[in-house]
């Protein structure tokens, strides 16, 4: 099932929006970082709060160099979604938590369909990737 969140003029680097598809009721996030679109389930696995809601941003990361004091440097700056609730920072791209790689909040692949493409999907047409390989056509479902 395809779902169309808007037009990607509509979503510059760095903005987001929340979609409520019928079959996901708490929503999905849909974030442009840096001209790439990802999107991830508005649940956070800690204890269900809105995680799409939080803010976005970088992190934080430590550093101890061997003949030096401790420093910290800010990373991965607009790549990062904070839970509103308890502050847990999770990867946009990857959905996993930054401080523990196990946990994870469900992500949705997103692409960019062509303006006819839209059309098709507007009017309801349900499509499949067709592809011909050597003399036969394959059929993706
Ligand atoms: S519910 Fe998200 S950090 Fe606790």
Redesign the pocket.
């Given at each position: 099932m395809k779902f169309v969140v808007g037009a990607v003029d509509d979503l510059p680097p760095g903005a987001s929006t929340i979609v409520y598809p019928d079959k996901v009721k708490s929503g999905i996030g849909v974030f442009n970082v840096n001209g790439e679109f990802y999107a991830l389930k508005n649940t956070?696995?800690?204890?269900?709060?809105p995680?799409c809601k939080?803010h976005v941003r970088g992190t934080s990361e430590a550093a101890l160099p061997a003949d030096g004091l401790p420093e910290t440097h800010w990373v991965r700056d607009g790549e990062v979604v904070s839970?509103?609730?308890?502050?847990?920072e999770f990867e946009i791209k990857t959905g996993r938590t930054i401080f523990k790689s196990n946990q994870k909040v469900r992500s949705y692949p997103v692409s960019i369909e062509s303006p006819e493409e839209l059309e098709r999907l507007k009017a309801g047409v349900e499509t499949v990737p067709v592809s011909i390989e050597g003399a036969a056509v394959v059929l993706e479902i």
């Amino acid at each position: 099932m395809k779902f169309v969140v808007g037009a990607v003029d509509d979503l510059p680097p760095g903005a987001s929006t929340i979609v409520y598809p019928d079959k996901v009721k708490s929503g999905i996030g849909v974030f442009n970082v840096n001209g790439e679109f990802y999107a991830l389930k508005n649940t956070c696995p800690h204890m269900g709060g809105p995680l799409c809601k939080g803010h976005v941003r970088g992190t934080s990361e430590a550093a101890l160099p061997a003949d030096g004091l401790p420093e910290t440097h800010w990373v991965r700056d607009g790549e990062v979604v904070s839970c509103p609730w308890h502050h847990w920072e999770f990867e946009i791209k990857t959905g996993r938590t930054i401080f523990k790689s196990n946990q994870k909040v469900r992500s949705y692949p997103v692409s960019i369909e062509s303006p006819e493409e839209l059309e098709r999907l507007k009017a309801g047409v349900e499509t499949v990737p067709v592809s011909i390989e050597g003399a036969a056509v394959v059929l993706e479902i």
